[in-house]
Nanobody, 125 residues
Framework: EVQLQASGGGLVQAGGSLRLSCSAS????????IGWVRQAPGKEREGVSC????????RYADSVKGRFTISSDNAKNTIYLQMNSLKPEDTAVYFC??????????????????WGQGTQVTVSS
């Protein structure tokens, strides 16, 4: 059984920071790309960052570039999203997701194979 569990969300003021974690089980972590996908109320899911665990290459959506950093600990099957300089528009449910056979996805409706439940991030102004 593949399971992805996101954690670390919470309330933070604009300009603050949070670190999200995603723990994966049921997969060989290094064989998958892992991504972070967010969904604000009334909006489509949007991939904001992804990493290929095999080689560590990371990609970011323009909206978060320079503020968010994705990283992975393959031995622990865990991926992180360090979020700095948070803005109210970052408010969303953040999902971690996994994909086999790709480098991960950015943009709207990323077609990941597996999804976690998500964690709420709320940024106040």
């Amino acid at each position: 059984e593949v399971q992805l569990q996101a954690s670390g969300g919470g309330l933070v003021q604009a300009g603050g920071s949070l670190r999200l974690s995603c723990s994966a089980s049921g997969i060989t972590f290094g064989e998958y790309a892992i991504g972070w996908v967010r969904q604000a109320p009334g909006k489509e899911r949007e991939g904001v960052s992804c990493i290929s665990s095999a080689d560590g290459s990371a990609r970011y959506a323009d909206s978060v570039k320079g503020r968010f950093t994705i990283s992975s600990d393959n031995a622990k099957n865990t991926i992180y999203l360090q979020m700095n300089s948070l803005k109210p528009e970052d408010t969303a449910v953040y999902f971690c997701a996994a994909d086999y056979g790709s480098r991960g996805y950015l943009g709207v409706r990323p077609p990941y194979d597996y999804w976690g439940q998500g964690t709420q991030v709320t940024v106040s102004s």
